[in-house]
């Protein structure tokens, strides 16, 4: 039979027809936030694939956006998905953190479980949405069912499309220096591949994070762009292998009018799990020292020899400096064995139960007691990190038994060379930082750490996804440029950097990030880009239960104008807020004492300098206080005059206003004492 050109174009407008009918989406379900600020619709196409929409206020904020999951064992969970029920319920609790930001967090929200089942494979899937009003939390929930006991999860198909042009900030992910990258700004359609919490303003103001939640047993989430305002999860490599019934870690979308509305908002720490520890007051928040600045400036070594920073005689003097200053704390660096070889990314010389022989623990840790300090051991791994898991037990008990109760690890090798070896003396395989294997290796430490009451301040960490609500051993972390960046860092971190890192690393939860360099000099002599005043409103900016007077005893020495402020500033509060502030440019924050009815301001600035109107209306309206202001000189810059210095005090109430006045690069810090 001989194919004429009209049979042909039949046929090719059949094709065209089925392949091209618009699959129109249908929705199937609806939610809406507790103060019916923010609205999620979910909604199945004629080809069964799943797209969700976010408005607020009637106003789209997230266009149609695609869910699914990449299966390796089964049919992708991307079509044929048929929608069967949903079920909701809310939830309006207040619960109390051990430690924090806040004493008092209230966790109000409404929650969708959308039930589907693909049509071929008889595979069921959740899609579990959770609505506050300043945000929300979305994740797979894949429930136990005949014919599938476990998941290979190669990546999620879950997408981010932002309805409106937008400015970014946001660093790479997938890039050899992990989390370590200064902030771009770029419009969102120039966004590279990215790491989260990722940023965003849009045109019309809308302030907008993403990030996610209770990231245990699953890789990270990296966002990459197929097109213009698109976004889609990546997980960072491996993907993930589970067994049913699981859940995926919460992707988390922040949605506020200003910038105060992100770093204000408890979402992250609401979608983690209520505290599994109970009791964990043998932490006390506080402030700490230690043989630390000194390894980066290269007067001292880590490793033993004439320059050996942790001697005995050396890590007796911190303990003095710490107990003249009220310091809880003091991190000893280079106290064990293996650092006298070539450890960076290698570390197969660590040994953690075993002191090198110019440091006494023994007679060190009587003698912090005696001083009421405690000793902060340290854990470098090198990212020998089946090595160290073999070793954690030991370690954990000789800290343990010297009384320290909090440990900082470390695992300095580029991105995708952590060293896995399931079987001693067996095969190296290779993980990431942010891969399975590694985030279940963070829960092994904190678990174990737990038993001996000790908390975990990790280096190279995973990022902070608000597991402290669930594991509170879990203090701290880097995992963004801290200050060492400003001993040898090329470049150094510039003012931008610490204002950027309030509207996004700091979004995830505390940082270790070792302020209070009043010399103002990194690696010989080279100038660091802050006012001296600056120093010290960074203890109230940036949030951490634990924070390090970071510089030299004799560094201290030579500023007593700042001593006062540096005792008395806490680590620990009982109520927080943004009270100005724009993303990347300045920060003004006040924190009320958890301990005293004291209140605190730290405000920084980008490059520019600022006069900020400040009211003072968070103030008990019933009280006197006494300002005790710390700002920057009249003169003060950070690149010509870092040292112009004042302090002054006067007495205000909530009435009243005060002007800052901050230099570039400069900042403030406030006390408010309350007067009888
Ligand atoms: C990198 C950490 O961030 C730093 O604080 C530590 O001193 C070095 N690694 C050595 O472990
Ligand atoms: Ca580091």
Request: proline share 4%; glycine share 14%; net charge negative.
């Given at each position: 039979m001989r194919m004429g050109w009209a049979w042909i174009a039949a046929c090719v407008a059949a094709t065209w027809m089925t392949v091209s009918l618009p699959a129109v989406a249908a929705d199937v379900a609806k939610l809406e936030s507790p103060g019916r600020v923010l609205s999620v619709t979910l909604a199945v196409d004629g080809d069964g694939r799943l797209d969700y929409r976010v408005d607020r206020l009637g106003g789209e904020v997230i266009a149609p956006s695609r869910l699914g999951l990449m299966l390796g064992n089964a049919r992708a969970l991307s079509r044929y998905l048929q929608f069967e029920n949903a079920e909701r319920r809310e939830q309006d609790e207040t619960w109390e953190q051990p430690w924090g930001e806040r004493r008092l967090v209230r966790d109000r929200y409404t929650e969708m479980t959308a039930h589907f089942v693909q049509k071929r494979s008889g595979v069921r899937v959740d899609v579990v949405f959770r609505l506050y009003d300043d945000g929300l939390g979305f994740r797979y929930a894949i429930p136990a069912q005949e014919g599938l006991d476990h998941v290979e999860i190669e990546d999620e198909l879950t997408e981010f499309t932002i309805a409106e042009p937008a400015s970014a900030w946001w660093i790479p992910a997938g890039e050899w220096n992990r989390y370590e990258y200064l902030y771009q700004r770029t419009p969102l359609n120039q966004v590279g591949r990215a790491h989260t919490p990722l940023t965003l303003r849009t045109d019309a103001g809308l302030h907008v994070a993403i990030h996610e939640a209770a990231l245990v047993d699953y890789p990270g989430m990296w966002l990459t762009r197929p097109e213009g305002q698109r976004l889609r999860a990546q997980l960072a490599p491996g993907g993930a292998k589970r067994s049913l019934p699981m859940t995926t870690p919460w992707r988390s979308v922040q949605i506020s009018d200003d910038a105060a509305g992100l770093v204000d908002s408890n979402l992250i720490l609401n979608l983690n799990e209520p505290?599994?520890?109970?009791?964990?007051?043998?932490f006390k928040p506080g402030k700490y020292a230690g043989v630390w600045w000194s390894l980066h400036l290269n007067k001292e070594t880590w490793s033993t020899g004439e320059k050996h920073g942790a001697t005995t005689a050396n890590t007796r003097r911190y303990i003095d400096f710490a107990a003249d200053n009220g310091l809880i704390g003091v991190l000893v660096e280079g106290?064990?064995?293996?650092?006298?070889?070539?450890?960076?990314?290698?570390?197969?010389?660590?040994?953690?139960a075993s002191a090198s022989e110019d440091f006494d623990l023994d007679t060190l840790s009587d003698y912090a007691k005696k001083k009421g300090v405690q000793l902060i051991l340290h854990h470098e791994t090198g990212c020998a990190v089946s090595r160290y898991e073999r070793q954690l037990s030991d370690a954990m008990t000789l800290a343990e038994k010297h009384g320290v109760h909090a440990i900082k690890t470390g695992y300095v090798c580029?991105?995708?060379q952590i060293q896995r070896q399931d079987v001693e003396g067996g095969p190296i395989s290779r993980e990431w930082h942010d891969g399975q294997w590694m985030s279940n290796h963070f829960l092994r430490v904190l678990q174990e750490a737990a038993k001996h009451r000790i908390a975990i301040n990790s280096h190279?960490?995973?990022?902070?996804?608000?597991?402290r609500r669930t594991w509170p051993n879990w203090i701290s972390r880097e995992g963004a440029r801290g200050m060492e960046y400003n001993a040898w860092g090329n470049p150094k971190n510039p003012p931008s950097h610490e204002v950027n890192l309030v509207y996004t690393r700091l979004l995830s939860g505390p940082m270790d990030y070792t302020p209070g360099v009043v010399s103002l000099k990194g690696r010989g002599d080279t100038p660091i880009p802050s006012t001296l005043a600056r120093q010290l409103a960074l203890y109230v900016v940036i949030y951490s239960p634990i924070q390090m007077l970071a510089d030299l005893p004799e560094h201290y020495a030579e500023h007593p104008e700042v001593m006062p402020f540096l005792r008395a500033v806490p680590t620990d509060w009982e109520s927080s807020q943004l009270v100005a502030g724009e993303v990347g440019e300045y920060a003004v924050m006040a924190r009320r004492d958890r301990n005293s009815s004291a209140w605190y301001v730290g405000a920084i600035t980008d490059e520019h300098g600022r006069q900020i109107d400040l009211p003072l209306s968070f103030l008990d309206p019933k009280r006197k206080y006494r300002a005790e202001i710390y700002r920057d000189g009249?003169?003060?810059?950070?690149?010509?005059?870092?040292?112009?210095f004042a302090s002054e005090t006067r007495t205000v109430t909530a009435a009243d206003r005060l002007r800052l006045r901050i230099a570039p690069g400069g900042g403030e810090a406030i006390r408010f004492v309350p007067l009888r």
């Open positions: 505290n599994r520890l109970g009791d964990v007051s043998w106290w064990n064995r293996g650092w006298d070889g070539d450890w960076f990314g290698w570390g197969r010389e660590f040994e953690f580029d991105s995708g190279e960490p995973i990022k902070d996804t608000g597991l009249d003169d003060a810059d950070f690149r010509s005059n870092p040292f112009a």
